[in-house]
């Protein structure tokens, strides 16, 4: 199957996708800092797509949980303008933009992005405008409360409001969105039950990277820390059949993914 992403084809299905984070912010939950220079940034992302990335996701506003100081259009732009263009001169690999804004959304576009990730959990005319005229990949993701019907619904419904309009289908993808409204059991239910929120005909993603659920369950305080739990997690999402995983640390977490893929490819021989 393939998501229409720009000038991308990407290919889905069959080994779940791997998408690398570069978080360019100060304040990320996870790690705050670490890449906020153009040049950490773009040294973190070349170094993801060598170890294995088949997406980058940059991100230029934290969205951890409780954060209230939202940053300007402007401040996303500033921050992601040196690093963008230059990743995409020096790599192929699609590049993802999680944003809400519209106007951030275009200018990355018109940089090389491929795909807007949009967390705001509505599917609203002005991104959907930006969407279809650069015809982008767009991540849908359910942002708040709820169980398996919720979320479900919720796709459903999104995907008939980008029909209405004029979206392809083949550009959308859904994301559950852990650790966005949630509380850690609701979380963890998803985790468990990816497969019944598979929705015909579009890819799913999982980004449980770091988040609280891990911490909780894994019994780990420090974000940093949590990737270990996180390759269990991965490991639920490959065997359920997510199609995308978004994640830190590539280079540990593929080699689970990987091997969790082998095991789901020989059930299947069964």
């Known amino acids: 199957m393939i998501w229409k992403c720009t000038d991308k084809n990407i290919e889905y299905g069959d080994r779940p996708l791997i998408m690398g984070i570069v978080n360019v912010t100060p304040d990320s939950f996870s790690d705050g800092g670490d890449h906020f220079s153009p040049e950490s940034a773009i040294e973190c992302a070349l170094k993801l797509v ?9 991100g230029a506003q934290s969205t951890r949980p409780g954060y209230t100081e939202k940053i300007s259009p402007l401040e996303e ?3 992601l303008e040196p690093v963008i263009s230059k ?3 020096q790599t192929d690999v ?7 804004f519209p106007v951030v959304a275009l200018n990355t576009l018109e940089w ?10 509505v599917v609203t005319k002005e991104m959907a405008k930006v969407v279809k005229n650069n015809q982008a990949g767009w991540i849908i993701m359910h942002n708040g409360a709820g169980g398996v019907d919720e979320v479900n619904k919720f796709f459903v419904d999104s995907a008939q409001q980008c029909d209405a309009l004029g979206i392809d289908r083949a550009q959308i993808c859904f994301d559950m969105g852990i650790g966005f409204g949630k509380d850690r059991l609701q979380d963890l239910a998803l985790i ?11 890819p799913l993603l999982l980004g449980t990277s770091r988040k609280r659920v891990i911490g909780k369950y894994g019994g780990e305080s420090v974000a940093k820390n949590r ?4 390759i269990a997690a991965d490991t639920a999402g490959v065997l359920g059949g997510v199609d995308i ?26």
């Open 77 to 79: 732009l500033d921050r």
């Open 227 to 230: 990737d270990y739990g996180n």
């Open 245 to 270: 995983i978004r994640l830190h640390n590539v280079k540990a977490e593929k080699q689970g993914i990987d091997m969790a893929y082998a095991i789901k490819k020989m059930q299947s021989k069964e």
């Open 87 to 89: 990743v995409r001169a």
């Open 50 to 58: 060598e170890d294995g990335a088949d997406i980058l996701d940059f």
């Open 94 to 100: 699609p590049i993802s933009i999680d944003t809400y």
């Open 192 to 202: 468990s039950r990816v497969s019944d929120y598979k929705v015909e005909g579009y």
């Open 112 to 121: 090389g992005a491929n795909i807007i990730n949009d967390v705001s959990g």
